[in-house]
T-cell receptor, first 116, second 109 residues
Framework: DAGVIQSPRHEVTEMGQEVTLRCKPISGHDYLFWYRQTMMRGLELLIY????????DSGMPEDRFSAKMPNASFSTLKIQPSEPRDSAVYFCASSPILRDSYNEQFFGPGTRLTVL | GQNIDQPTEMTATEGAIVQINCTYQTSGFNGLFWYQQHAGEAPTFLSY??LDGLEEKGRFSSFLSRSKGYSYLLLKELQMKDSASYLC??????????WGAGTKLIIKP
């Protein structure tokens, strides 16, 4: 398996523009997670899906952020409009089972977002 | 609230041993994970503890004491490639991973 795939790897945009980040989880994994990582706040869970259904979006910072998972092999995280404080590395991760304690999360390479 | 504490940064010498501590206060406990993250890369799984005691995996070992809310990651025979951040994460009662801020480990020759 190719692992979790994210695109783009780097994104530079101007304040006010719409940004769309993409993720393809590992095939067969029922859970998909979106994280944001900054030096100040560390790794923060934004939202996670189970079988394409959003389960917990309490980490989504505000209405400017939205996430979708139209099918088992694709998810998007959208920021509209983007602001400089959204600059961070955004990771997508997937996991086969949640309630089996052992199961680790497999991370994608991340998207480094810079909002000017 | 839920909280995980780790030292921000540690420095060690190549060939030596280093211990990275993690203390946690979470609503429930369903296992503790250690991840390694090299600069500019994604976190990768290192170890998992759910019962008290030591888990050994090559040069890396991880220890857990649930009664004390405490874990450590022990790295032996340090190599320059071990320079990275080490993240402690706990699965809470909802099986959600609660992440520590990470410990940046600097290895000097």
């Amino acid at each position: 398996d190719a692992g979790v795939i994210q695109s783009p790897r780097h994104e530079v945009t101007e304040m006010g523009q719409e940004v769309t980040l993409r993720c393809k989880p590992i095939s067969g994994h029922d859970y998909l997670f979106w994280y944001r990582q900054t030096m100040m706040r560390g790794l923060e869970l934004l939202i996670y899906f189970n079988n394409n259904v959003p389960i917990d979006d309490s980490g989504m910072p505000e209405d400017r952020f939205s996430a979708k998972m139209p099918n088992a092999s694709f998810s998007t995280l959208k920021i509209q409009p983007s602001e400089p404080r959204d600059s961070a590395v955004y990771f997508c991760a997937s996991s086969p089972i949640l309630r089996d304690s052992y199961n680790e999360q497999f991370f994608g390479p991340g998207t480094r977002l810079t909002v000017l | 609230g839920q909280n995980i504490d780790q030292p921000t940064e540690m420095t060690a010498t190549e060939g030596a041993i280093v211990q990275i501590n993690c203390t946690y206060q979470t609503s429930g406990f369903n296992g503790l994970f250690w991840y390694q993250q090299h600069a500019g890369e994604a976190p990768t799984f290192l170890s998992y503890n759910v019962l008290d005691g030591l888990e050994e995996k090559g040069r890396f070992s991880s220890f857990l004491s649930r009664s004390k809310g405490y874990s450590y990651l022990l790295l032996k025979e340090l190599q320059m490639k071990d320079s990275a951040s080490y993240l402690c994460a706990v699965k809470d009662s909802n099986y959600q991973l609660i992440w520590g801020a990470g410990t940046k480990l600097i290895i000097k020759p």
